[in-house]
Structure formats: structure tokens, C-alpha cells
């Protein structure tokens, strides 16, 4: 079992940056591919972005592609999307997954296949 914590979220205004961190408790991830999600009220849960177990591989929605940043330090068992230009859109409550025995370089891009789930963390970002 891996519980995953994630944390620095927040409330910014629009355009301002925000770095968020998810790291599991009590084992390492460093052979889990990561997934960053998130969810606005009265929407689904969306994907955001993902990194491969190796760090060599990583896919973006289109939506942040270009203002977010996903990248991960297996030394410190930590995954971190830096949010750079957040607009009011990008609100959501922002959940990280993680995904055993992928491939080096696969992502994991959609919610099946997900093992393990954060709690979220908060962005609300203000126009």
C-alpha cells in the first residue's frame, strides 16, 4: 500500500505561480510512474500531467501544456508540478496518482490503471 501526500496549494491571483509536491508516506515511489489530476467543482476529474518512473518521459494537457512543469527527484521520493501563469481555470482541487510497472518512459495519462490516490490539495486561483 502507498499513501500519497500532496502539498502546496493554495490561494494565488491569476498569473502568479504555484509549486506543488506529492510524495508517499513510509515507501519509495522512485519505480511508480506519476500523474497529476485535478477536479473543479461540478466537473470530473481531469487529467493535468505525468511522468514516467525514469523522469525521461512526460506528457502535458493541452490545457497547461507550456505553463506547467511535471519533474520528479527519486532521491527524494518526491514529484513536484510547478504551475507557472495560473488562471482562474486552473482552480480545481489537484490529486497525484501513482502507477506501478509501467515501461521506462510510459505515462500514465488516464485514471484506469491508477493504484494509489493523494488526498488533493487546494488551488483557487483569483481573476
Known amino acids: 500500500q502507498v499513501h500519497l501526500v500532496e502539498s502546496g496549494g493554495g490561494l494565488v491571483q491569476a498569473g502568479a505561480s504555484l509549486s506543488l509536491s506529492c510524495a508517499p508516506s513510509?515507501?519509495?515511489?522512485?519505480?511508480?510512474?506519476v500523474t497529476w489530476f485535478r477536479q473543479a467543482p461540478g466537473k470530473e476529474r481531469e487529467f493535468v500531467a505525468g511522468?514516467?518512473?525514469?523522469?525521461?518521459?512526460?506528457v502535458y494537457a493541452d490545457y497547461v501544456k507550456g505553463r506547467f512543469t511535471i519533474s520528479r527527484d527519486n532521491a527524494r521520493n518526491t514529484v513536484y508540478l510547478q504551475m507557472d501563469n495560473l488562471k482562474p481555470e486552473d482552480a480545481a482541487v489537484y490529486y497525484c496518482?501513482?502507477?506501478?510497472?509501467?515501461?521506462?518512459?510510459?505515462?500514465?495519462?488516464?485514471?484506469?490503471?491508477?493504484?494509489?490516490w493523494g488526498q488533493g490539495t487546494q488551488v483557487t486561483v483569483s481573476s
Open positions: 496518482a501513482a502507477t506501478p510497472r509501467l515501461p521506462a518512459g510510459a505515462v500514465r495519462t488516464t485514471e484506469s490503471g491508477v493504484d494509489y
Open positions: 513510509g515507501r519509495t515511489f522512485s519505480s511508480y510512474a
Open positions: 511522468i514516467s518512473w525514469t523522469g525521461g518521459g512526460a
